[in-house]
């Protein structure tokens, strides 16, 4: 099983940027998808989730509006689109894999900062 994101960078203030998950070695459709966030000393903190089908999102609260979760079966993908990006939005992010396993990806490192 192998989950590894990419398209994390530094971006100004109020840019974007679109992250990707790549998924290998489980049934991918069959699996929830999510990405969380953390900086260094605090807890890692949910971001957004999508189902199996891609059918249902939800999004915490700091990011609704501004990010949008998406999903390829045909390529074992989740996204993240990132827009009016905040230096709060600074962290690292990772995807996480919801079924009959739970799995995480190594993660990719976002610094919104002008």
């Known amino acids: 099983v192998q989950l590894v994101e990419s398209g994390g960078g530094l971006v100004q203030p109020g840019g974007s940027l679109r992250l990707s998950c790549a998924a290998s070695?489980?049934?991918?459709?069959?699996?929830?998808m999510s990405w969380y966030r953390q900086v260094p000393g605090k807890e890692r903190e949910f971001v957004a989730f999508?189902?199996?089908?891609?059918?249902?999102?939800n999004y915490a609260d700091s990011v609704k509006g501004r990010f949008t979760i998406s999903r390829d079966n045909t390529k074992n993908s989740v996204y993240l689109q990132m827009n009016s990006l905040k230096s709060d939005d600074t962290a690292a992010y990772y995807c996480?894999?919801?079924?009959?396993?739970?799995?995480w990806g190594q993660g990719t490192q976002v610094t919104v900062s002008s």
């Open positions: 070695g489980f049934t991918f459709s069959s699996y929830g």
């Open positions: 999508i189902t199996g089908t891609g059918a249902t999102k």
């Open positions: 996480k894999a919801w079924g009959p396993g739970t799995y």
